[in-house]
């Protein structure tokens, strides 16, 4: 399967492991991810004023390059950027006049004809079959949780699955073989932009996320945002007294391992390693 | 300090063109605050900011709470009267913003940071935090 992919600002600096891994086993998997010639940042954040257009143009300009691709939908992994192109993908869907007026102040681009659907990258395996994917290396005996927050799920027209009671991280990491566990904090928001200037709201959500993950049982916790990933690996620097280490991970990095695509692999650029826990556990090469 | 904002309109009226919610719609359930993962650290909690805005209490632009909101959309899922919580919190921070009264100095971030801070961590702070 051909699909167009955007990457954003954050997939090729702070999470590049994110987008490496997702390419190997996109290619194991006979996913083609065909990376956006041309993209721009999205804005991170869906703008909710009903006055602000301008902030708008940002993810629609980036679905008219998928338009000029040829292509309907298009897929991405860091959940900030799923939820900002959709939520504005959905907002020019619902009232053309927007979308006119947006269109008539683009003049040098094609008109957006609202097209286009963003699919996150969990959704593009999920219709493939978690069951049909090639393990080789199966994540036996390493208990996880998954750490959904908020916007892969929130608000529930943009949804990747049920925004109260989702399992589709849950079902992936079950087929990869891992033991998935639940805990109460798996929507909780982790702080989100807080971090840059009130760290102290990370520390205190981290830390209730991570302490209750470790309670029931989790080793290390999967997710899908680098900024929650980020915010729940970085904010453990300051909550070293309070709580052991908590290895953080992207789905993607654990389905590259259960694969076998060990050459895609890359810590480096974690606070807390994850590799002594994946050697403990016989699961690295 | 609170804004000099044109007092001619309500504040009443200004929250619901900006948020496009209807914030009289609200029953006073409580589940917003109930929800909200930041609300214990909150000075005035989720559902009490909708009843300052239906009192027209421009007070509630001084609230730490405004700031505090971190833009999740529990609120708005869970709310049994469809009122987008998350959107009427937006529209408050705007009427701060909007008479370029950033909440954020971005000068004051130190090096250390802006090196370790991903991009989507940075493009969304300033999102919220500067007009
Ligand atoms: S959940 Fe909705 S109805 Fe209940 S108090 Fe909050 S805004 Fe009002
Ligand atoms: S959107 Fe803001 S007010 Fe609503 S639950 Fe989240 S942090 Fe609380």
Not at chain 1, 168 to 177: D, I, N, P, Q
Not at chain 1, 222 to 230: A, Q, T, W, Y
Not at chain 2, 60 to 87: G, M, N
Not at chain 2, 88 to 98: I, P, W
């Amino acid at each position: 399967m051909k699909i167009p992919y955007y990457p954003g600002c954050t997939l090729k600096t702070t999470a590049k492991p994110f987008e490496d891994t997702t390419k190997a086993v996109s290619e194991a998997v006979g996913i083609e991810l065909i990376e956006m010639p041309r993209w721009n940042c999205c804005g991170t954040v869906y703008s909710l004023a009903s006055d602000d257009l301008m902030h708008q143009l940002a993810p629609i300009r980036n679905l008219i390059r998928v338009q000029d691709m040829g292509y309907d939908r298009v897929t991405t992994l860091c959940s900030m950027c799923y939820n900002t192109l959709e939520q504005a993908n959905q907002l020019v869907k619902s009232d053309p006049e927007k979308l006119e007026k947006m269109n008539s102040f683009m003049d040098q681009e094609e008109d957006y004809t609202g097209g286009v659907t963003v699919v996150h990258y969990l959704t593009v395996l999920k219709e493939m079959g978690f069951d049909s994917l090639p393990v080789k290396n199966p994540l036996k005996g390493l208990t996880v949780v998954p750490y959904y927050g908020c916007l892969l799920l929130r608000p529930e027209e943009i949804s990747i699955d049920n925004p109260e009671r989702p399992t589709v991280m849950a079902e992936l990491l079950t087929s990869l073989g891992a033991t998935v566990v639940d805990y109460p904090y798996k929507l909780e928001c982790c702080g989100s932009y807080h971090t840059v200037n009130h760290k102290e709201v990370v520390c205190e959500k981290t830390y209730h996320i991570l302490s209750s993950a470790r309670k029931r049982g989790a080793e290390a916790v999967v997710l899908s945002c680098p900024l929650c990933e980020f915010n729940l690996d970085f904010r453990q620097k300051d909550l070293e007294q309070e709580l052991a280490p908590m290895p953080i991970l992207y789905f993607s990095q654990l389905l590259a391992i259960s694969l076998g695509l060990f050459d895609a692999l890359e810590f480096d650029q974690h606070y807390v390693d994850p590799k002594p826990l994946l050697k403990e556990k016989g699961l690295l090469r | 300090m609170i804004p000099k904002i044109s007092k001619e309109t309500t504040l009443l009226e200004k929250a619901e063109e900006l948020s496009g919610e209807k914030i009289f719609s609200c029953h006073k359930c409580g589940k917003c605050s109930a929800g909200c993962p930041v609300g214990t650290l909150m000075d005035v909690r989720p559902h009490q900011v909708i009843e300052l805005v239906q009192a027209n209490d421009w007070n509630v632009l001084e609230s730490k709470t405004i700031w505090l909101c971190a833009s999740c959309f529990q609120c708005a899922t869970r709310c049994p009267k469809d009122v987008d919580l998350t959107r009427v919190m937006e529209a408050l921070r705007l009427l701060v913003l909007r008479e370029n009264v950033d909440h954020i100095r971005i000068s004051e971030i130190s090096k250390e940071d802006l090196k370790e801070l991903p991009p989507v961590a940075l493009v969304s702070n300033f999102r919220k935090y500067t007009g």
